[in-house]
């Protein structure tokens, strides 16, 4: 593996991959009648999460006026899933069969649905798969898009990362969540300059992946996708049926994520800006990030950077740290300076 410049080395966001595109058939049947346009096939990995049914069903279905530009899914793998993790051997079979049933060809392996397909949407429930599985996507030169969690732990996602540019190929990990209602309009100065925001949601902790990163990850990506990077140290108190994880940023201003394990599964912000407070609270579902996958495979950029996706990881791991010490204030650069070694160490 390459050595990096530092952990605040922007991985360039244009990157065009045009391999897997030049493809020597025009079309390809679907489902039905319907034909897709070579360029325009969407191709699945992992199918033990409820995501892949509603993608399905939104690209292959559109509502009217939701056309996504003739993107469709063709093909999937369903991958063996994770034996140790409930939530992925328990769903398989029947996520494959619900997917089969929409029109979808089902694949022995990702090296046959490369044949197939123009992009991928990684979508495996396990983050510690996506590593293995997304490398021949990178190396096939196919434009990808990894569901959460990105990665099992930031050292992976640094790794992942350094691929997509040793490959010369786009990639990029957002949750819906980043898109609640009102947050353009908050980012965009709604309530002036933002002073700091407190997020809360659902922070399910699964037992193989740090304690954020599967499902609190969701109230993490609202928080950066208001506050932007620059979290230089945090504080997380952690109880059997709450979290609470208080960030400083560079700037001086304070952001926060409550994470709940108890009550009600509701996800959203308070914002503080110069001219006033903002309640997110509404969510639009998944349309709003497919419109952003869609944007991304047309053009190559990458609406999150890497460089945001990589210190969301490090807020996360910095949160286990903390916790093991008692609650103690942690660096994130002593985090990330311990990835950085861990990710030299992991062969590709």
Known sequence: MKKKSGRREFIQTTLMAGAGLGLINSFTTVY???????????GLIGLDTSHVTAVTNSLNNPKPGADWDGYRVVAAYPTAGSADMKESI????????????????????????LKKVDVVLLESVDGRRHLAEALPVLKAGKRMFIDKP??????????????????????????????????????????GKILGADT???????????????????GVEILYALMGTGCKSLVRTHLDKT???????????????????????????????????????????????????????NTGIVPVSPEETLEEF???????????????????????????????????
């Not at 029947?94 to 649905?113: A, M, N, P, W, Y």
């Not at 399910?204 to 609190?216: A, K, R, S, T, V």
Request: glycine fraction near 12%; hydrophobic fraction near 40%.
């Open 32 to 42: 039905g009648n319907s034909r897709v346009e070579s360029g325009k096939r969407v």
């Open 90 to 113: 328990g769903r398989l079979a029947g996520f494959t069969e619900k997917v089969k049933g929409q029109g979808v060809e089902i694949v022995g392996s990702i090296d046959e649905l």
């Open 150 to 191: 990105f990665a099992s732990s930031l050292a992976e996602a640094m790794v992942i990362f350094d691929a997509a540019k040793k490959y010369n190929v786009p990639v990029f990990s957002a949750s819906s969540l980043r898109y609640i209602t009102g947050a353009k309009e908050v980012k965009e100065g709604k309530i």
């Open 200 to 218: 809360y949601g659902d922070c399910y902790i699964e037992p193989h992946h740090p304690d954020l990163m599967y499902y609190g990850i969701h």
């Open 243 to 297: 979290d609470m994880v208080v960030g400083t940023w560079q700037d001086d201003r304070i952001g926060s994520f409550r994470g709940t394990r108890s009550g009600t599964r509701e996800m959203g912000a308070t914002v503080f800006g110069e001219k006033g407070i903002e309640l997110l609270t509404k969510s639009e579902g998944y349309s709003p990030l497919w419109v952003k996958i869609i944007e991304f495979f």
């Open 314 to 348: 490090a807020f996360m791991e910095a949160a286990d740290e903390s916790k093991l010490k008692g609650g103690v204030p942690v660096e994130l650069e002593t985090i990330i300076k311990r990835a950085e070694k861990k990710a030299k160490k992991i062969a590709y």
